[in-house]
């Protein structure tokens, strides 16, 4: 069982940055893919970003591709997600999610095949 906490999200004026931390409980977090996704209303869940369980490998949407970091930590059991040149249309709620499988081009997308989710963290872009 992994439980997932994100934190970090706010008010930003565009080109600005935050940093999203996702912190989980869990022996075996080491272990799991991990990533991020948003939703912004009326929208469907977007993925953003995701890593592997070594941290080797990060994949992101191109939408985000330059601008955003996705890390992770397995000693302190986080993942963070470091937002750079926000732009408004980056408004959205962010979500961590967590899967024990590995998972490949397609599948690391699709919200469906991540077990475990935290709450959100509402992220807002002002122009």
């Known amino acids: 069982q992994v439980e997932l906490v994100e934190s970090g999200g706010g008010l930003v004026q565009a080109g600005g940055s935050l940093r999203l931390s996702c912190a989980a409980s869990g022996r075996t977090f080491s272990s799991y893919t991990m990533a991020w996704f948003r939703q912004a209303p009326g929208l469907e869940r977007a993925f953003v970003a995701a890593?592997?369980?070594?941290?080797?490998?990060?994949y992101y949407a191109d939408s985000v591709k330059g601008r955003f970091t996705i890390s992770r930590d397995n000693t302190k059991i986080t993942v963070y997600l470091q937002m750079n040149s926000l732009k408004p249309e980056d408004t959205a709620v962010y979500y961590c999610?967590?899967?024990?499988?590995?998972?490949?081009?397609?599948?690391?997308?699709?919200?469906?095949?991540?077990?475990?989710w935290g709450q959100g963290t509402q992220v807002t872009v002002s122009s």
């Open positions: 999610a967590a899967d024990p499988d590995v998972k490949g081009s397609y599948t690391r997308r699709i919200p469906t095949t991540y077990d475990y």
């Open positions: 890593i592997s369980w070594s941290g080797g490998n990060t």
